[in-house]
């Protein structure tokens, strides 16, 4: 029999879990703009936290953000970048000392003559080991330890410009050198060729088929390569950088050095100028700090520059605090190298997100703004709603969130025949009497047998019981109100009563909003976004022949559209124009004047802006004589109307205090001063007072 083994799947998402709920989301998001904050935001905001009540616990932009800056503070407290020098010193000085013990017990002048000529050298490392490269070791421990030394920095000089190459190098082969000679030499004609517009991939393939082991990083086309060896000189550029004067000196000669040795400084200068000249934007030159306590060597402390360039970049991606920042900017390969896959999965699901909520027809962009569609602004209005009906208590006037739907008004008392399309509730005990009394003056069919419980009502099939209403009833032909031991009543059509109501006039309503910026300097925007919407959708969906128009107004007063809503933002502008509002609201009435006029006004402060005879806006602080007479003679036109103002303040300064309290004089309206949090409360109560024939 065949043995398999089981384990965690690890090459990406879980294949068999079920898909992401955008709902979820979409409702996380409207939290964010019922709060105030525009639908861009908020989705930013989103992306930030990470995917709301998620099972796999799926990680944000921030907590990415945050292990990528542990990650640099990790790498940064790795070790020192003088480790090649320590080293290189550390042998140098094992040499100079294996030499000498040999000398010491020659008493020949040559003997003397070499001390003599240790003693000479310089304290310069670089110096030191230029001027021992013609020495004749007398030691053959010595020699071993120099040549050790020179293995060394060739393989460090090298493998900080050409990430795999100590392995290349590790069999201390001449043709090996000579090799390196022929891939530098290839691959800067191969760079030349692309500066004059002739290579082709062809070039590049045949390149990497015969030069491939140098690059284990595999990359796929000229750009990637360039890419990878222009951050890795770059690195190394960083690390002469960050290195105090007299270490940088030491450095440089002795990479100096190394490459003349092995004949490679021309075609290293050349390479060097190419990738600098082709990615400027690397931060050449730039100093980093490592706090470290350990030596790093050249090739990894290049190495580890590198990934720190590679951690400031995608620190950068993932913040999204740049103009035009987008999730397509950030490096999935910088995730997986820095974090791993499960960092990219995360990543790959919150672009999914921002997908998903376009596809579904919840997102739209609209001239690059992203912006909710009306789908999205129907479900955020209900929640709006449910907010405000949460917080009315059971049983006071406002409390609509009622289940039993059909009742369209007030009960009269009186019933009349059930006719298709009555919405009407369904009187029970006159239905069953008519058809007790039809059923007295027809024939009675012999009775089954029926169980003993006389005082059990075992079926009734009703219009507003079954499914289907009228046609369910005449598709089943008749139903039957069965007693134990008694024979059954029929009920037919015919036999249904509905309980009457009055009829429900429409209203005309008008919500004028208050834009201005003072609204968010006192922390009631929120609260006056989430009541519009909510107040738009309790009309729209409960009292559907009702015309409800929103006006928003600041130094002008427009009127707002349901998708622009959910993206309303506050003006920061000068001007409280209620006089322009009162204006807008009054052809609104007056296109409906059969309608029941209702006009709520929300608003922190009194009228300083007024519309002047050419159209213009006019700012005045106090408000001047012109705008209080213009807005007041807008609220006489109303009270002629038939139109009662209501007032929601959300401040008590004194001038809007008697400005309401003239309004109220003058109009008869209600003026209301209630908290932020309950404004929602207070404005829909008010409709629905109105709307049930409440006074005003």
Not at 108 to 127: F, V
Not at 216 to 236: F, I, K, T
Not at 377 to 400: I, M, P, Q, Y
Request: with cysteine; net charge negative.
């Amino acid at each position: 029999m065949s043995r398999y083994r089981y384990g965690a799947y690890h090459e990406g998402p879980d294949p068999l879990a079920a898909p992401y709920d955008v709902r979820e989301a979409l409702d996380a998001l409207g939290d964010s703009v019922l709060e105030g904050t525009r639908p861009g935001d908020a989705l930013r905001e989103l992306l930030r936290r990470g995917l709301p009540n998620d099972a796999r616990n799926r990680r944000g932009l921030d907590e990415l953000l945050r292990e990528v800056r542990e990650r640099r503070r990790e790498l940064r407290r790795r070790g020192r970048m003088d480790g090649t020098l320590e080293q290189v010193r550390a042998l140098l000085d094992t040499a100079i000392g294996q030499e000498r013990a040999e000398l010491f017990p020659d008493p020949s002048d040559d003997a003397r003559l070499r001390e003599a000529e240790l003693d000479a050298l310089p304290d310069d490392t670089a110096q030191a080991v230029r001027r021992l490269s013609d020495y004749q070791w007398r030691s053959d421990a010595a020699r071993q330890t120099y040549e050790k030394l020179k293995d060394l920095l060739r393989s460090e000089v090298l493998d900080s410009q050409f990430e795999g190459m100590r392995q290349a190098l590790s069999q201390q082969d001449p043709a090996a050198m000579e090799r390196v000679r022929d891939m530098m030499a290839a691959l800067n004609d191969m760079l030349d060729k692309d500066a004059r517009g002739e290579h082709t991939q062809e070039d590049f393939d045949r390149f990497m088929q015969e030069y491939g082991e140098f690059f284990p990083e595999n990359p796929a086309d000229l750009d990637e390569l360039v890419d990878s060896l222009a951050r890795r000189a770059a690195a190394m550029d960083r690390l002469m950088a960050s290195l105090t004067p007299e270490q940088r000196a030491e450095l440089a000669g002795l990479m100096d050095q190394v490459m003349q040795d092995a004949g490679l400084s021309m075609e290293m200068t050349r390479l060097t100028e190419s990738l600098r000249a082709r990615r400027p934007e690397l931060g050449w030159g730039t100093p980093e700090q490592m706090t470290g306590d350990d030596p790093l060597g050249m090739s990894d402390a290049t190495g580890a520059l590198a990934e720190l360039a590679d951690l400031a970049e995608l620190e950068t991606a993932l913040g999204q605090d740049y103009p035009g920042a987008r999730m397509d900017d950030i490096d999935e390969e910088a995730v997986r190298r820095a974090l791993g896959r499960s960092a990219v999965d995360d990543l790959a699901a919150l672009r999914r997100l921002e997908a998903e909520l376009e596809r579904q027809g919840y997102l739209r962009r609209n001239r690059g703004e992203l912006e909710l569609t009306p789908k999205a602004v129907r479900r955020l209005g209900e929640t709006a709603l449910r907010r405000v009906f949460s917080k009315l208590t059971a049983g006071r006037a406002g409390d609509h969130d009622q289940r039993d739907a059909g009742q369209a008004g007030e009960l009269t008392g009186s019933t009349r025949e059930w006719r298709f399309g009555d919405e009407q509730p369904l009187d029970v005990v006159r239905t069953v009497s008519n058809a007790v009394q039809r059923s007295a003056m027809t024939p009675a069919a012999p009775a089954e047998p029926q169980p003993t419980d006389a005082s059990t009502l075992r079926s009734v099939d009703t219009p507003a019981a079954r499914p289907g209403g009228a046609s369910g009833l005449e598709r089943g032909g008749a139903a039957a109100v069965r007693r134990g031991g008694a024979r059954g009543v029929k009920l037919s059509v015919d036999d249904f009563e509905v309980k009457e109501t009055e009829r429900r006039s429409a209203a005309a309503v008008c919500l004028l909003v208050d834009l201005s910026y003072s609204m968010v300097l006192r922390g009631t925007w929120a609260a006056a976004k989430q009541t519009t919407l909510a107040l738009h959708t309790l009309v729209t969906s409960k009292f559907p022949q009702d015309a409800i128009q929103i006006i928003g107004f600041s130094n002008y007063a427009r009127v707002l559209h349901p998708t622009e809503m959910a993206g309303l933002d506050w003006d920061m502008v000068q001007g409280t124009n209620l006089h322009h509002a009162l204006m807008i609201a009054g052809r609104h009435l007056d296109r409906h004047p059969d309608f029941e006029p209702v006009v709520l006004v929300v608003t922190d402060g009194e009228p300083t802006a007024h519309l002047r005879p050419d159209g213009r806006s006019w700012f005045d602080y106090p408000p001047s004589a012109d705008t209080l007479v213009l807005t007041t003679a807008e609220v006489d036109k109303m009270t002629r109307r038939g139109a009662a103002l209501n007032f929601f303040m959300l401040a008590d300064d004194r001038r809007l205090v008697a400005f309401v309290d003239e309004v109220a004089r003058r109009n008869g309206g209600r003026v209301f001063a209630p908290d932020a949090d309950r404004l929602g409360e207070y404005v829909v109560s008010d409709y629905l007072r109105v709307r049930r024939g409440g006074r005003r």
